[in-house]
């Protein structure tokens, strides 16, 4: 059974930064496609950011250049710094997973319960 748990969500302030974090478990992860997406009121999921297992990185333009996505494999714990936020960065925030990316984000990967960032 895979398992994934967000925590870092919080409130801030334009400009502020925080740290989501998703603890993984259930398998090894070192080989698997992982990112992070977000949701809106109102609005659709999008993704955010992403890594897969080569170590490749892909972003959102809309949060290029201040966010970063990194992954502790020692510790199956996926990372997303996210600096300069704006209130448009508010939304929930779901870390996922999956064997491929094309899984990644889809009904075929695997989701955490998310956790609620709120830029003011």
């Known amino acids: 059974h895979v398992q994934l748990v967000e925590s870092g969500g919080g409130s801030v302030q334009a400009g502020g930064s925080l740290r989501l974090s998703c603890a993984a478990s259930?398998?090894?992860?070192?080989?698997?496609?992982m990112g992070w997406f977000r949701q809106a009121p109102g609005k659709e999921r999008e993704g955010v950011a992403s890594?897969?297992?080569?170590?490749?990185?892909d972003y959102a333009d809309s949060v290029k250049d201040r966010f970063t996505i990194t992954k502790d494999n020692t510790k199956n714990i996926l990372y997303l710094q996210m600096n300069s936020l704006k209130p448009e960065d508010t939304a929930m925030y779901f870390c996922?997973?999956?064997?491929?990316?094309?899984?990644?984000?889809?009904?075929?990967?695997?989701w955490g319960q998310g956790t609620q960032v709120t830029v003011s």
């Open positions: 996922a997973a999956a064997t491929s990316r094309a899984g990644l984000g889809t009904s075929s990967g695997y």
């Open positions: 890594l897969d297992s080569s170590g490749r990185t």
């Open positions: 259930g398998r090894t992860y070192s080989n698997w496609c």
